[in-house]
């Protein structure tokens, strides 16, 4: 896995509505070396895709919402793979590094 890759497909505003999550995200995915899209048909996204070799080849999305009036940002964990099955975490802003993080212990240990 690489280094974040912001190019003109990965542009990004300093003030959408990403903003105060952004920095949490930035740093995760830092930790973990995966790749952030953050531009999908000109509209703003967080989601990485993950893939693991053990148990056959399985890849992962990993997405997530901007927060919500509550400040909660939704995380969708999504097997690319058939039967596209998927399952949904909720986070704080002050909880959503640990929350990431068990995102991608999901995607690495499931069964979706």
């Known amino acids: 896995m690489s ?5 003109a497909y990965n542009r990004r505003t300093k003030s959408g509505v990403y903003g105060s999550i952004d920095p949490i995200i930035d740093a995760w995915v830092k930790k973990h070396r ?11 996204v967080r989601s990485v895709e993950v893939g693991f070799m053990s148990k056959g080849a399985r890849s992962f999305e990993i ?3 901007p927060p919500d009036d509550q400040g909660i940002a939704t995380i969708v964990i999504r097997n690319t793979n058939p039967p596209h099955n998927s399952d ?9 590094s640990e929350t990431l993080d068990k995102a991608l212990k999901m995607a690495q240990g499931s069964s979706l």
Do not use: A, G, R, V
Not at 34 to 44: A, C, I, P, V
Not at 88 to 96: G, I, N, Q, V, Y
């Open 3 to 7: 280094k974040i890759k912001l190019s």
């Open 34 to 44: 995966l790749n952030l899209l953050t531009m999908h048909q000109d509209y703003e």
């Open 63 to 65: 997405n997530i919402s």
């Open 88 to 96: 949904t975490l909720h986070s704080s802003k002050d909880k959503l």
